[in-house]
């Protein structure tokens, strides 16, 4: 007689109660395998088929791999392929599913389980389950004992990272493929927005279904064709995470696990050269983009639209100084927006304002949100550490200010506040009680440019309280991800700096933070199959898109920490950095309007216009494809083409060429006058590209592409413009003509 599971005082969901009792009654065995220290037995129950994870007296996961509503019919196993563990099928009364198990134990433990699904009729989807069910001593689910640290937030990537305590079973990160089953949500007319998460004990994926109403479902799964409804990856650690640190470090190295198993997104080669030519001529022409005050001139932050501010100006110049750093000239225009800065300089409070002293009325011209306070202030920092005297002038005359500011906040500054007097204006981004969190980072960041042009060791106190003061916020700490970056860049800093390898686990505590808020997923939902949206990251904790200012931004913020790194770096962060630079350049172009298709714009916006003629961005992209542009066409946007340039593309002097990668290269070695060689320190066993590209009224030479032990790499595409290769991304590559 099947034993009767004891009440529980938890308050639990239907689907605890239903497997609890089926796990205590036993369930119809279908295979099982090992997985390293882990077992793994497939079971068909009522109205499901689990896979039933377990560490031997430590507690385990039960796994929802095939939902069977009606029964679970004939379960037969299939030939596997050589990458499979097992692979079945099983009869339904909805249709055919199959599920495809396979393993890696290369690096960290990992289990992957896709579901397919073939509809017998045309299916309508009222509701699916959640997949996964931690278990506790005699395999309850009522019982177990742990936390969620992170779980999907809003289109992000598709994850729940916890931790099951009692049974002691370890860490998981639970990682769904999001990318896979655009088929299924283009049929059904939904989004997987927040789609993976759930309450203890009940968590992991629920798959999207139209809103529960009076009104059914009406977008059904056609008959007939396979459609995967689940690919989940399962990352497995034995040790769960003690503190903060430990935690932000298992959290990347099982993400960078997860993410190896996907299928590499394609690239494609961007002409950010050619982009920020006319970037930089629309800056100079386009009425829409500058206006004149005090005799001087200023950009506007959108087309044609708000005031001009501190920020916006010292974006533009710090991203064009870049440029013509790269043209190896200077830049007349620069110049010229150089002229209007100090008009932001209020000597009586000893700092930089956001606004010019003339602004509307409809602005309040002393407040100010807490990360524009210091951004500004990097940028004149970075110019003044190579030597941009007028720069050093106003960086260090803001300083004290700086100081005072962060203090009166104790280091935990709001969302925005009054600059003559501190008082709040808004404490709390929502009811979480939580401010800028991450403005810490920026603001360390800045106190050591300051400690570097000084050699003042108040300022290395500074940036040190300033992190110190962001500890346990775990992966709450992103308000902003380009702060976050910089964050994560300052904390790299200074553990160069004072040799402490707290700093170092803390930058990691900053990036798993800010790859929390990436997209790791290709979205072909609505409009999104116009662009690319793989790897980017929402601009704010919780904002519905992504911008382009803070893709640039962050990229620049990851040179400087990759820069820093060294050997000692984790390769899962290596590697998530890595990726991340790279499709930046990739996803970045579609921010263009002139790259979008018409009908793919909004056609109100926020601020300003948008002008297709123009090579501005517009702010927003949408994982969810509704239309780009809504909040509107950045001007100060314009510094994405200028850092994208700068970075990844290359001169080669003496040559016809210059050559773009994808990855930042190191250690680059001119080696004879027809020869180089460089170092990229990408992710191991991955991919990066190349491309040699000509110079105007040049023609291409026979060029020679091979790696350091010699081996040949043949071009991928070769025309009289540019001929493009597919290198390794970690190693040394010799580039002769």
Not at 52 to 78: N, Y
Not at 180 to 192: G, I, K, S, V, W
Not at 319 to 347: H, M
Not at 368 to 396: C, M, Q
């Amino acid at each position: 007689m099947p034993t009767v599971p004891q009440p529980t005082d938890r308050p639990v969901g239907p689907s605890v109660l239903a497997l609890r009792a089926e796990l205590a009654a036993g369930m119809r065995p279908v295979a099982t395998f090992s997985l390293g220290e882990l077992s793994v037995d497939l079971a068909a129950g009522a109205d499901a088929v689990w896979a039933l994870i377990r560490r031997g007296g430590s507690g385990g996961l039960a796994l929802r791999i095939a939902h069977c509503p009606g029964g679970c019919g004939a379960v037969r196993r299939k030939r596997r392929a050589d990458d499979e563990e097992l692979h079945l099928e099983v009869e339904t009364v909805i249709g055919l599913q199959e599920v495809v198990l396979a393993t890696d134990l290369n690096e960290l433990t990992v289990l992957r389980a896709t579901l397919t699904l073939t509809p017998s009729a045309p299916l309508l989807i009222p509701f699916l389950p959640r997949d996964v069910y931690p278990l506790g001593r005699g395999d309850d689910p009522a019982t177990a004992k742990g936390k969620v640290e992170a779980a999907q937030r809003g289109l992000n990537v598709g994850i729940s990272y916890f931790h099951l305590d009692e049974p002691d079973f370890g860490s998981v990160l639970y990682f769904q493929n999001l990318t896979a089953m655009n088929d299924y949500y283009r049929a059904t007319n939904t989004r997987p927005d927040g789609a993976v998460g759930g309450e203890w004990p009940e968590i992991g994926y629920l798959p999207p279904t139209p809103p529960q109403s009076g009104t059914p479902p009406t977008d059904p799964l056609p008959a007939g064709k396979p459609v995967t409804v689940s690919d989940a990856i399962l990352v497995f650690q034995k040790e769960g995470a003690s503190d903060e640190q430990e935690s932000a470090l298992q959290f990347l190295q099982m993400l960078g696990a997860a993410y190896r198993q996907l299928d590499p997104v394609p690239t494609e080669y961007r002409d950010w050269a050619g982009r920020a030519e006319r970037t930089l001529r629309d800056l100079e022409t386009a009425p829409e983009a500058t206006i004149r005050h005090y005799g001087q001139t200023y950009v506007h932050p959108y087309t044609a639209s708000e005031y001009p501010d501190i920020m916006v100006q010292m974006m533009t110049i710090a991203t064009l100084r870049d440029y013509a750093a790269w043209l190896q000239k200077p830049i007349s225009f620069e110049a010229e927006l150089s002229k209007g800065v100090g008009r932001f300089y209020d000597r009586k409070l000893g700092t930089m304002r956001r606004y010019l002293p003339n602004v509307g009325k409809d602005k309040d011209a002393d407040a100010v949100d807490s990360w524009y306070l210091y951004h500004p202030l990097l940028n004149l920092g970075r110019l003044a550490i190579e030597g941009d005297k007028k720069a050093r002038r106003f960086f260090t005359a803001s300083l004290d200010y700086a100081i005072k500011a962060a203090r009166n906040f104790n280091y935990a500054w709001p969302i925005q506040f009054k600059i003559d007097s501190f008082d709040v204006i808004t404490e709390a981004r929502n009811d979480d009680g939580l401010g800028q969190t991450d403005v810490g980072g920026l603001y360390a960041y800045v106190m050591l440019q300051a400690f570097e042009l000084t050699k003042d060791g108040r300022y290395l106190d500074e940036a040190c309280a300033a992190i110190e003061a962001a500890k346990d916020m775990r992966f709450e700490l992103n308000y902003q991800a380009n702060l976050t970056a910089w964050g994560a860049a300052a904390c790299l800093r200074l553990w160069r700096v004072t040799d402490n390898p707290y700093f170092l686990q803390q930058s990691y505590v900053y990036l798993a933070s800010f790859f929390h808020n990436t997209v790791i997923w290709e979205s072909e939902i609505g409009r999104a199959a116009n662009y690319r949206v793989f790897l980017g990251a929402t601009c704010l904790h919780d904002a519905p898109y992504m911008a382009i200012y803070e893709c640039f931004d962050s990229l620049a913020a990851f040179e400087r920490y990759i820069k820093d790194s060294g050997p000692d770096l984790d390769p899962a962060v290596r590697l998530l950095l890595s990726e991340y630079c790279k499709y930046a350049l990739d996803r970045a172009w579609f921010y263009y309007p002139d790259a979008l298709p018409a009908d793919a714009l909004a056609a109100e916006n926020r601020n300003g216009h948008i002008d297709r003629k123009l090579s501005f961005p517009v702010e927003d992209l949408y994982v969810g494809g509704d239309q780009a542009g809504q909040v509107g066409q950045e001007i100060y946007g314009a510094g994405a083409a200028f850092v994208f340039t700068s970075r990844a593309f290359h001169r080669v002097e003496g040559a016809p060429f210059r050559f773009f990668c994808d990855h930042f290269p190191v250690n680059s070695e001119r080696t004879s006058e027809r020869s180089l060689n460089f170092e990229l320190n990408g992710g191991d066993d991955r991919q990066a590209a190349l491309s040699v590209v000509r110079l105007p009224r040049h023609t291409l030479p026979k060029i020679v592409v091979a790696t350091s032990a010699g081996e040949r790499i043949a071009p991928r595409r070769v025309s009289d413009d540019r001929i493009d290769y597919t290198i390794p991304a970690n190693g040394r590559v010799l580039l002769s003509w």
